[in-house]
């Protein structure tokens, strides 16, 4: 049985939204996390355009494969074996990289680590779009954040939302630039970063 989110139904148009502006002149994708799958078969059924290469965990990856199978889209690719902190990251070129909801989840060295890992692979000019709950200048953006931070520190103390200027620092060490922060429903965010190009340099 494949798996199901409801949250990846709810989310799905306001980030499709986002991403048709921001990969637009894309041509490959990397997911970092793709969970079920879901977003991956959503995702490159309405961008057409894109090559979406789907990737995560061992443990999620049976999983994604029968959402992969099911679709049978000629332009989703993978899932591709991918822990951020791992020291080879699977060998694709790709020019965007997109990621949701797995910056709270990870742990810090994690999440830094995820960072690098765009940063080295995205070719110039690629984007970065992070999606997912953050917070500003350490405060939380609504109560309900707030709880789900409690929850997830009494899950896993090492993992909780993560503040965008610290995110934006991690950037910057990567060589990428803020492009925009996009604010979606239910309280969540989509960062988004550029690859700087030599001639940026």
Not at 10 to 15: L, T, V
Not at 34 to 42: E, I, K, L
Not at 145 to 158: C, I, S, T
Request: hydrophobic fraction near 40%.
């Amino acid at each position: 049985m494949k798996p199901y989110a409801e949250s990846c139904d709810q989310n799905r148009d306001p980030i499709l939204g986002v991403l048709t502006r921001l990969f637009a002149h894309s041509t490959k994708v990397l997911e970092i996390g793709s969970g079920t799958g879901q977003h991956a078969v959503y995702f490159s059924r309405n961008l057409p355009h894109l090559i979406w290469h789907a990737s995560d965990r061992a443990a999620s990856l049976p999983g994604i494969r029968l959402w992969l199978e099911e679709a049978g889209l000629a332009n989703l690719q993978g899932p591709l074996l991918l822990d951020v902190t791992q020291t080879v990251w699977p060998h694709i070129v790709v020019d965007a990289v997109f990621s949701a909801n797995t910056a709270h989840i990870m742990h810090w060295h994690e999440v830094q680590a995820m960072f690098t890992g765009v940063g080295r692979l995205l070719s110039g000019d690629g984007v970065f779009a992070l999606y997912g709950p953050f917070n500003y200048q350490g405060s939380y953006t609504s109560d309900s954040n707030a709880r789900f931070d409690q929850w997830l520190k009494a899950r896993d103390p090492m993992s909780g939302i993560r503040d965008f200027g610290e995110l934006n620092q991690l950037a910057t060490e990567a060589g990428m630039t803020l492009v925009e922060d996009f604010i979606m429903p239910a309280n969540n965010r989509i960062l988004s970063w550029r690859r700087a190009m030599e001639d940026d340099a």
